[in-house]
């Protein structure tokens, strides 16, 4: 720096950001201030010079302002001196600024013992952007980023506290940051984005920003799984997500950038880490209804052609819980069906069918029948206020955990009515007590068997259900003839 430049007279000593600092600290305001206050002395200097201010003779001299004055003075006069001034500050901030941007692990392992709730041990030190009933996000730049933008820097697959993150003012990107333009959309996912549940419940909240942002489409997808990167989504998910926003999503894969150490920042970021959490059952239920209204477009699926009858259908699964006699239970609901006009029984294998062929069928259905499994996930692509039934092997009530409630709650959340489940008594014995973890793993993959009478019963039920709220909305729907859209808000 310019030794005779009056910006460099008080430099201060504390400036210095740390990485063992607080991350919550890092970003300290006193740079802004600092930046802050040269300019505006700056300002002020140059201003008093224009107007020519002689120093004020009726002062009683000497006097300690007066000495103060001519200390200012004097700084107006090295400013002058060096025309260039005004520019080497400038430039030398800038590079501080450069200097301090820090990078944090983007997994943070003081929260490895919690990694979903509060804060998250993904992006710890920041704070997401939360109204009531809505999806929680963080934008970049935005207010609360002070107009930062997020700059991410590490391409490791398998520790994410390798993987790094740091926010950064577009004049002062870190040194050798390449700049990745347009809208990038970064998802945190705890499990995977191969399982189509947990990869949807990833994406959801991008759709529900979607939607609020004018159907703004993301240019790139940047994924990780506990601060690890991943490049693939499975299929089921990103035919959804292409219907959804219109193209393909492009996953970032980083190949332009040679150097892995190498910053990468982003002119518009949105991150997200909660999935739905947060969101308002309303606000999940819009979003559900984009996504199956975009995918019945894209799978040339009219949801105009109204079918009068019921539509039931049996979504089965081979290996681990499919049902022990599918003759059987094919056969039970079959005979249901026949006694209700209009009713048609389709039997499906979800692994043989094509996306689009699973977005049809489930225009078709009314009725959802089939065990416990990914495969239910399809669930929201039915009409809204259509009917689950779900199917468990033995031992899963008292073992399975929480987990196991997944499909009643996104029957809520994607406004489906989920008519309860049915739990096999019989199955696999365990050697040892029935509420032993250990029977656990030769639980996950029993088969289920049948309950004639009870399957009858609970057939009937959710058919005259069906058939009766069917008639009630053929009826609304003549009146008002709801025009479905998939407009964003
Ligand atoms: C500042 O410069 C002016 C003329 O440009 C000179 O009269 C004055 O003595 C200088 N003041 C100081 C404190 O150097
Ligand atoms: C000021 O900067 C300009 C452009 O950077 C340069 O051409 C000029 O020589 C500089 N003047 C002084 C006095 O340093
Ligand atoms: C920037 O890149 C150059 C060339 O690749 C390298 O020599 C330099 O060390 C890098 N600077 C930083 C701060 O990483
Ligand atoms: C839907 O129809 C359009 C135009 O007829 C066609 O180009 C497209 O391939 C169809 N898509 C599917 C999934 O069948
Ligand atoms: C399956 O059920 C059908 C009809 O109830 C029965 O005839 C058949 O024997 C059963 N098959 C097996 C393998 O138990
Ligand atoms: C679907 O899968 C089932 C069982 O895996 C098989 O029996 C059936 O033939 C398949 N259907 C088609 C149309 O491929
Ligand atoms: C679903 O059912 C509820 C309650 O019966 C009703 O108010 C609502 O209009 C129905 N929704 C649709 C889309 O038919
Ligand atoms: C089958 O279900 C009926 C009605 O829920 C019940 O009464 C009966 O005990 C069940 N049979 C078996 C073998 O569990």
Redesign the pocket.
Known sequence: MNKSCPGSIHRPTSFKYERTLLPFSFYSPKLALYILAICATLLLLLQIRSLHTPPIPTLPSPSPSWSFLQQWQKVINKTLASPNCTQDVLESMTQKLRDSVTFLPLKDLRFANQPLPGHTWFMSSMYDTHEEGEVQYQQFPSDSSNGRLLCLKGRDTHDGSWNYYALAWPEALPSNASLMKGLTFVAYNHYNYDNIWHGLSAMVPFVAWHRKNSCETPTRWILYHWGELRFKMGTWLITLMEATFGQAPYIEGFSGIEDDDQPVCFEKAVVMRHNEGGMSRERRMEVYDLIRCKARV???VSGDQKRPGIGMTLLMRTGPRSFRNETAVIGIFEKECKKVEGCQLIVAYSNNLTI?EQVKLMSLTDILISPHGAQLTNMFLMDRNSSVMEFFPKGWLKLAGVGQYVYHWMASWSGMRHRGDWRDPDGENCPYSEDDRRCMSLYKSGRIGHNETHFAEWARNVLNDAKTSKSEEASKHAQNSISKTCDCS
């Open positions: 894209y799978c040339n689009c």
